[in-house]
């Protein structure tokens, strides 16, 4: 009688060719060691393995890959809060890429009219007709500035994270693979940086890198540049002990111990076979530090090193204009809003990818 499982199939026992019926406690496939045992794939069903013995014959199918099986999709399983995070973002990068580019204008963010200054939603001046979200102090369309000062909080903080994944990473993934004195060395360095406050770090390297106040302006460095570097060496060792840890997983791996076996390069060894691995956790983090970058770029302006006027930023929008809180409140809950939906999101976003690649966190 045919026994059936889902995926498996086991016929009746057959005779064996010879014509000699199974031995007892052979269970149909001859004696242990018989010659005649072999594995052979059935040649109209490549999905099928048939083993073959003296006494008979069992075949057993694959299971066919559905869905679960497979290697899950891009999209596939994320939760719709997901997706409001995601399309959050694109959101905030489409108005900010319409507005740098001038593709998609919502009026000039430098023109003044006096009749609307200060006026907007919840203020005591009232609303400004024609001008949805108010205007500032001197009459400046809020919509105009949100869009092109996303620009600037998103050129800053991703360019800051990507100084500090490629160094922190690099470095990170340089003292996880060699371990010993070059991690000792790199290790130490990372808690050095990580001992001094962030903003204080950052406050002392945006000084050195601009100067004074009083030659800020005429330093030949563009501001974004001088927060991109600033931020971005804030962030090197968090990445770098982030990448180190994972480093220090995966290089006692089966393969990467058969590549070293083999004599290739430690260089290879880190780009081809860790570099892969190690990128989700370096990547979940580096979604969560955007969103401190924004949070940090908002706080240097309102400090009074971040972006220069007259070019907006989220966070000299802030800083302008926050004296006026309880008369224009306007004017400061915006840019905040925006500020804390999109480190909303990102955070979020952190947690997904964190989540579907196993990012552990332990031994950072």
């Not at 060691?33 to 003296?54: N, Q, T, V, Y």
């Not at 060792?237 to 990448?243: K, N, T």
């Amino acid at each position: 009688m045919p026994c059936s499982i889902p995926g498996f199939v086991v016929p009746e026992r057959r005779p064996s060719p010879r014509g000699g019926a199974p031995g007892p406690g052979t269970g149909g496939f001859g004696g242990p060691g018989a010659p005649a045992d072999a594995i052979r794939r059935d040649e109209a069903d490549p999905s099928s393995l048939a083993f073959e013995g003296d006494a008979g014959l069992l075949q057993v199918d694959a299971v066919a890959a559905g869905p679960e099986g497979g290697r899950r999709r891009l999209g596939q399983g994320l939760n719709v809060t997901a997706w409001v995070a995601i399309a959050w973002m694109a959101f905030i990068v489409l108005i900010a890429v319409l507005a740098k580019t001038g593709l998609v204008t919502w009026g000039d963010p430098q023109n003044s009219i006096a009749s609307c200054a200060s006026k907007g939603p919840f203020a005591q001046g009232g609303s400004a007709p024609g001008h949805l979200l108010g205007c500032d102090s001197i009459g400046r369309d809020m919509i105009a500035r949100l869009a092109l000062g996303a620009w600037e909080s998103l050129l800053v903080s991703v360019g800051a994270i990507t100084v500090g994944f490629v160094i922190g990473g690099g470095l990170g993934i340089i003292a996880g693979y060699f371990g010993g004195f070059v991690d000792t060395v790199l290790s130490g360095m990372f808690n050095v940086l990580l001992s001094v406050p962030a903003i204080v770090l950052a406050l002392a390297l945006v000084a050195f890198l601009q100067g004074s106040p009083e030659n800020a302006a005429n330093s030949t460095l563009p501001d974004w540049f001088v927060l991109i570097l600033a931020i971005g060496i804030v962030s090197i060792p968090l990445v770098g002990r982030i990448s180190r840890a994972s480093a220090l997983s995966w290089s006692q791996r089966e393969f990467v111990l058969a590549a070293r076996a083999q004599g290739a390069k430690s260089g290879r060894i880190m780009i081809r076979e860790l570099l892969p691995n190690v990128a989700p956790a370096m990547f979940s983090i580096a979604l969560l530090g955007i969103a401190i970058a924004i949070v940090a770029e908002g706080t240097l302006a309102i400090l009074g090193v971040g972006v220069r006027p007259p070019t907006p930023s989220w966070g000299n929008i802030i800083a302008l204009d926050r004296g006026l809180l309880l008369t224009s409140p306007h004017i400061v809950f915006e840019p905040s809003i925006l500020i804390f939906l999109t480190a909303l999101a990102l955070n979020y976003l952190g947690d997904v990818v964190r989540t579907r690649f196993e990012v552990r966190e332990s031994g950072i």
